[in-house]
């Protein structure tokens, strides 16, 4: 997801948490080194499950679980949540159409039904899907939820003017999805979406979108009744249909959840309400919050942190099943703005990248961090490796004094000496300000010039993700993660042209022949996808590198030692929230 917006946890102090997620495997909870980013994930489906979720075995109800997070999410409102923690952290408030059941034994994920009673059903030519919606589902305020308020939640999402952050598929897919702009400036009369009657959702689409009900596990999906819609401001009170909802919300800094009281859990198949609140702090110390979380002293026995352990925190480990592991389908990248960095200059920037350096600087641990070669990650179906010269996620790159000088006098025969690199990082990071002087020295010594933005991390995902920053590196998401297991949902959102337009895009590409081939692949049967997405990958690499593939993830976050049933789960590579409880309440 980002801007799943990735969707990402690892490092959040220097690339910021990625867009979103989607399944993969190899999750485990408590000791191991998993050196991997999960094998790929099937499709798995149980149109027919039903609620109430099974209890977890031995979990007690109350008392507070507090979350210590040192990335800042922008944004609650679930038309324009994107980042794969924003979008875990709102199951706990919001059900949508669909949703993830994680296996018990395997925590492998499973794609049920949510707030509607079955998967879809989709028209003989696809372009048609009919979702039955359950009955009797009340908001917080003991109003009832109707048909109308998904249909307006829909549309809602079109309004990018407002909501700029959040998926995009529905411009892509929906009928009339380029020409809707959302229910303020375009009216509610919109042709893509019905409601023939109070249990019927009909989504009619310009194209097929067999991965719509995958989509619709988003919370953009969860319904939104048009007379509590305050636009901006509806993170501060959104109507919550989950277990929990917003008592309070101080951007930037804290969220505090407390019991929703007309939440049904006989008509939810995932969730559970076992602490009475959640506390989630923002903005915080990464390594002052992990030695907390991990020592367990007092309150923070109730905590945890879901950014992976920095290394340096390794040795102070003692006790194992306090990291959680499990596989993430992410991969991150330092993306290179393609309107205004030549190519040749780009594959210079790739060589003199110091990945090895940057991985010490960055606290980066061979756990949670797989040097990657690739865009799509290992634990998407269809993957298959390559590595194309100077972008294997290994080596010193300018760091080393001969590469620099090499560099430069590469530069000077491009005439493009001292040519400028600029881009945004958190000056009120630690790590992220040491991050940024390895880059600027090697980028220096390499004969580039530099213009490093120091701003607070409350406010860089904004600002990198606005495509007419006045930087020309680290602009869109910095990494991503499936939205579903498909390369559908990496290239298509993240390297067609409206993808700048939509502020989705790696790289700012726009090119009509990249265009045409990724239409042609998603026009494609899921198993013939399987076979042609990896070639469009290599193609984005070799012929336009839009960016600088870094790593794979993999989860190894820490957790309070009273905290029960924490697991991995893979769609976000996050904590499962919803069926955590406190062994001692």
């Known amino acids: ?312 925190l390794i040795p102070e480990v003692k006790d194992k099943s306090q990291i959680i592991t499990g596989g993430q389908p992410c991969t991150y990248v330092w993306g290179l703005d393609t309107r205004k960095i030549p190519m040749e200059v780009r594959k210079l920037i790739a060589q003199a990248y110091p990945f090895d350096t940057w991985r010490k600087v960055a606290g980066l641990s061979p756990q949670s961090a797989i040097p990657a070669s690739t865009i799509l990650p290992p634990a998407v179906p269809g993957y298959k490796k390559y590595e194309l010269e100077g972008l294997t996620g290994k080596g010193k790159g300018a760091d080393d004094p001969a590469v620099a000088s090499e560099i430069k006098s590469k530069l000077k025969d491009l005439g493009k000496e001292n040519f400028e690199l600029s881009w945004y990082y958190s000056n009120d990071d630690k790590i992220a300000t040491q991050v940024n002087q390895l880059r600027t020295q090697v980028m220096t010594a390499a004969g580039f010039k530099v213009k490093a933005i120091g701003v607070p991390k409350a406010k860089i995902r904004t600002m990198r993700n606005d495509p007419s920053a006045p930087v020309n590196i680290g602009q869109g998401p910095s990494g991503w993660c499936s939205d579903w297991p498909s390369g559908t949902s990496w290239y298509a959102v993240l390297f067609r042209s409206d993808a700048v337009e939509l502020s989705n895009s790696i790289g700012m590409l726009q090119d009509k022949k990249l265009d045409a081939e990724i239409d042609r692949v998603g026009a494609l049967t899921p198993d013939e996808q399987l076979k042609e997405w990896m070639k469009v990958d290599e193609m984005i690499l070799k012929d336009y590198l839009p960016a600088i593939p870094l790593y794979y993830t993999a989860s190894y976050y820490p957790v309070g030692k009273n905290l029960g049933h924490v697991v991995n789960d893979p769609t976000q590579g996050l904590p499962e929230f919803t069926s955590m409880y406190l062994k001692q309440p």
């Open 1 to 312: 997801m980002q801007w799943k917006r990735i969707t990402a946890v690892a490092v959040t102090v220097m690339l910021a948490v990625a867009a979103c997620g989607s399944p993969s495997s190899n999750n485990s909870s408590g000791s191991g080194n998993t050196g991997d980013a999960g094998t790929a994930q099937e499709k798995a489906l149980d149109p027919t499950l039903k609620g109430p979720a099974p209890e977890v075995e031995g979990a007690k109800k109350g008392g507070t679980v507090t979350v210590l997070s040192d990335v800042t999410p922008d944004t609650f409102d679930p038309t324009n949540t994107y980042f794969v923690d924003g979008n875990q952290i709102e199951k706990l408030v919001f059900r949508a159409l669909t949703q993830y059941k994680l296996d018990e034994k395997t925590q492998k994920p499973t794609l049920v039904p949510d707030l509607a009673e079955d998967l879809g059903t989709k028209s003989a030519d696809g372009l048609t899907w009919t979702f039955k919606l359950k009955q009797g589902i009340k908001y917080m305020d003991g109003t009832p939820v109707k048909a109308e308020d998904y249909a307006y939640a829909i549309k809602r999402s079109f309004a990018h003017d407002l909501y700029d952050a959040g998926p995009t598929y529905q411009t892509q897919f929906f009928k009339d999805g380029e020409k809707y702009k959302g229910p303020y400036a375009s009216g509610d009369n919109y042709a893509g979406v019905e409601t023939p009657d109070g249990s019927t959702l009909i989504i009619h689409l310009a194209k097929k979108f067999d991965d719509l009900p995958f989509y619709a596990a988003f919370p953009l999906f969860t319904p939104i009744p048009k007379a509590k819609d305050t636009k901006k401001q509806y993170d501060l009170k959104p109507m919550a249909t989950g277990p929990y909802q917003v008592a309070s919300y101080t951007p930037g800094t804290e969220l505090k959840l407390s019991k929703n009281p007309n939440w049904d859990p006989n008509t939810d198949p995932v969730r559970h309400q076992y602490p009475d609140a959640w506390n989630f702090k923002f903005g915080q110390d990464t390594l002052k919050v992990q030695r907390q979380v991990l020592a367990s002293s007092g309150p923070d026995a109730n905590a945890l942190n879901y950014s992976d352990l920095d290394s340096s």
